[in-house]
């Protein structure tokens, strides 16, 4: 409570709030300047930051599990197997939906009464 009533005091005030923005929106901004804009990725890239991907999937599976999951002991053919189901993700209309349905239901556990509509 002590460090929270010096905080809202001391650091909360009308007085340190503009100061704090603008040291925030410097160490955000640095130059008062957006980043460069991102290069889209080769079509290279983009397998190999598919492959990667895949790899750290299947290896964050315990043993067990990915041995009965995937129905084999080949490290390879269940990486190639994640790719694949990977490539779902490549379609807009399914990304579009996937991110329909997610804010659905945070909004709907956030606001149960909404959920009757």
Known sequence: RLLSMQFHERVLTSRWIPTLFEAARRAIFPNNILAPARTTP?????????????????DSIPDV???????TRDMDQMRADVESDLDLFGLAYLNKHLVVRVVELLVVRLFPELGSL
């Open 42 to 58: 080769t079509e290279d890239e983009i397998a190999q930051i598919k492959h990667e991907c895949a790899a750290a999937l299947v």
């Open 65 to 71: 599990v990915r041995t009965t999951f995937f129905a």
